[in-house]
């Protein structure tokens, strides 16, 4: 019996996704609410499971098709062995009966090209690009994501540390001594934007269109915080359970500053001014598909080690592609670190309708001024891009000033100035 998969209910006003990648194949063995396929909705990735355990049956969506919640993606056939969906009544002429016995045809399943690289490998159009960009060999990568699949940062990571270079393809013959020398590569490779790219540069584009951007720049001594780390981070591990990092010190700091200055926490909806009086924190995670930005809600009222745990649970929801549409609503406001990266100063765009972001960049030993004397400082470019049409200016670098002076003195965190 052939049980059908549709596409679930994705969220509030969410009506359709993206096929974004098969993770099984007709003929291959499922259980009851096992993943069998991705969808890429605006915001997220959604893995869709089987109903019921069984054989994997005919694929009705393709990667890369848009589906309706509803839609029919494909079978499964409940037991031990394949069999074919239910054919149209006018499929059944004799000549079927015929080829009943025959195997499946091939464009029953993704083709090699489109689904696979090494073998049987499955990767994403993302993952894949970067493994032919690079030169490498998937199969000596090791997947961190769901089922051992490759994700993004891993193949970044083998990039970084050389590994997995693809070996050279061994002539099948020696070249004639007169054969000219070969070219330099033109490859090009088309591959379709992805559900969640495509919104993020819609949404880009809406902020630079409609918003009055204007960034403000700042530096801060890094020295106190770091040393405060280094005391206590073992410690601090030991009893939360999880890592002491610097965003909790600038997530408290952004917090206080935004209750000083609360223009910087609102947002304009049509000719009115709506005034927060929470923080709900949006921040920046690397997933597979690209940056999304999960919400801390009522992060104001949060110690460090909550604020620390929680962002340690969306870099792992986002990095196991679990991350759901009520993690991503909402937000006031944005910090978004690109010193992970090694960025040492950028302009961020805000994400609307928020009015504000803060970007954060990577500490560098610079030297500075202090009582007259040249010494050396972990320094770090602090960047606050903002909607001009709502935040003045002075509000701005008022802003930016009081998140300087609480992470060059943390204790202003704990006495709350």
Not at 43 to 72: F, Q, R
Not at 129 to 143: A, N, Q, T, W
Not at 147 to 152: E, N, P, Q, W
Request: proline share 6%; hydrophobic share 45%.
């Amino acid at each position: 019996m052939a049980t059908e998969v549709k596409v679930p209910t994705l969220g509030e006003s969410v009506t359709e996704a993206t096929v974004g990648q098969w993770l099984k194949k007709p003929g291959e063995a499922v259980k009851a609410d096992e993943p069998i396929v991705s969808l890429e909705t605006d915001k997220v990735a959604v893995d869709v499971p089987s109903p019921v355990a069984g054989v994997m049956g005919d694929l009705v969506a393709k990667e890369g098709d848009t589906v309706e919640v509803g839609a029919l993606l494909a079978y499964v056939n409940e037991g031990g062995a394949a069999a074919a969906a239910p054919a149209p009544a006018a499929a059944a002429a004799p000549a079927a009966k015929a080829e009943a016995a025959a195997p499946a045809p091939a464009a029953s399943a993704p083709a090699a090209s489109d689904d696979e690289e090494g073998g049987s490998l499955t990767l994403s159009p993302a993952v894949r690009r970067l493994v032919l960009e690079h030169g490498l060999d998937p199969s000596k990568i090791k997947g961190t994501g769901k089922d051992g699949r490759l994700t993004k940062d891993d193949v970044l990571a083998a990039v970084a540390a050389g590994t997995a270079k693809a070996a050279a393809a061994t002539p099948a013959s020696a070249p004639a001594a007169d054969a000219p020398a070969a070219g330099p590569s033109r490859k090009q490779e088309r591959v379709k934007m992805t559900r969640l790219r495509q919104t993020v540069a819609k949404r880009l584009k809406e902020a630079q269109n409609n918003a009055a951007l204007l960034t403000t720049y700042n530096d801060v001594d890094m020295t106190n915080v770091i040393e405060a780390r280094a005391k206590y981070k073992d410690l601090f591990e030991k009893k939360h359970g999880v890592r002491l990092g610097f965003m909790g010190f600038f997530t408290k700091a952004v917090c206080m500053a935004l209750k000083d200055i609360p223009g910087v926490n609102a947002q304009i909806e049509g000719d009115e001014i709506v005034y927060n009086d929470f923080a709900d924190i949006s921040v920046a995670v690397s997933a597979p598909t690209g940056l999304v930005v999960p919400v801390i809600r009522n992060a104001e009222s949060l110690s460090v080690a909550a604020i620390e745990k929680t962002i340690g649970g969306f870099g792992k929801k986002a990095k196991e592609g679990k991350l759901t549409m009520e993690d991503m609503k909402g937000g006031t406001f944005t910090i978004s670190n690109g010193g992970v990266f090694g960025s040492l100063l950028s302009s961020p765009i805000i994400n609307p309708p928020q009015s504000a972001v803060l970007g954060l960049h990577r500490i560098e030993d610079r030297p500075v001024v202090r009582n007259g004397q040249i010494v050396i400082r972990p320094m770090m470019y602090l960047a606050l891009s903002y909607d001009h049409r709502l935040i003045d200016g002075r509000e701005a670098v008022t802003f930016l000033v009081a998140v300087k002076n609480a992470i060059e003195d943390p204790t202003r965190l704990l006495i709350d100035l």
